[in-house]
């Protein structure tokens, strides 16, 4: 069992979302734990330090991601024509703020290296609040899934389904739930790196930023585990 746990964690290592999600989920808990270890000097500075690292890590990394999601979204299309219709219009409106994202980020890292001459800050902020549009409609399309999840869960209930499909519903259910929770801990934290002045905008501490973080980067090692052991089986 030991050696079975060890290979599909080497395995998820291997791969590059695997590895963002152990990057990110590091960020945020060295971020966590350097804002609540008491003083600033030593190791909560260290940790601090190994928090912005490891998110300029990430940030280079995904300087590669564009076509991965071009790929998605052109897959996605306007959605399987069997979907619901408002789940459709939000996938597609996520998958469009997700790829107008990359490109605005891109251009602020190339202005902070100092490959363009743009100031970067302008560009971090449109990044930022694309992201955050991204997060806001999947947490309404994930509200519109569960919606129509727990009907269905409803009516099997009335009905003589095996316990399996009632099963298998409560198990998109608790999904979605997380997926909620995951976005939710998300838009927090993007709304606050937003220009100040705009709802809670730079006004929470870095132990809650790290705390959200390491929320959202747990359910979402979580999520994908649960999908690897779903598709091994």
């Excluded at 564009?66 to 939000?90: I, K, Q």
């Excluded at 994202?101 to 190339?110: N, Q």
């Excluded at 202005?111 to 970067?120: L, N, Y």
């Amino acid at each position: 069992m030991a050696a079975g746990a060890l290979g599909g964690l080497v395995a998820a290592l291997e791969t590059h979302r695997g590895r963002d999600r152990a990057v990110r989920a590091l960020c945020y808990g060295c971020q966590l734990a350097g804002a609540a270890l008491p003083g600033p000097a030593g190791l909560p500075g260290g940790l601090l330090a190994a928090s912005a690292q490891l998110s300029s890590c990430r940030t280079a990394l995904r300087l590669f991601d564009d076509l991965a999601m071009l790929r998605h979204s052109c897959s996605y299309g306007l959605g399987p024509e069997g979907e619901d219709t408002l789940v459709r219009l939000l996938s597609v409106l996520c998958n469009v703020a997700n790829q107008l994202y990359y490109p605005c980020e891109h251009l602020a890292w190339a202005a902070d290296v100092g490959i363009v001459r743009a100031g970067s800050q302008k560009w971090w902020t449109r990044s930022t609040a694309l992201w955050g549009c991204a997060l806001l409609l999947g947490i309404l399309r994930s509200l519109r899934i569960l919606f129509q999840l727990r009907r269905k869960l409803s009516q099997h209930k009335r009905s003589t389904s095996s316990p399996q499909s009632q099963q298998k519903l409560r198990a998109q259910v608790k999904a979605e739930v997380l997926s909620i929770l995951m976005d939710t801990a998300d838009l927090s934290n993007a709304i606050h790196w937003l220009p100040p002045g705009f709802l809670w905008a730079g006004r929470f501490p870095p132990w809650l930023v790290g705390l959200l973080g390491t929320i959202s980067s747990l359910i979402g090692i979580y999520q994908a585990s649960r999908r690897a052991n779903s598709g091994a089986a």
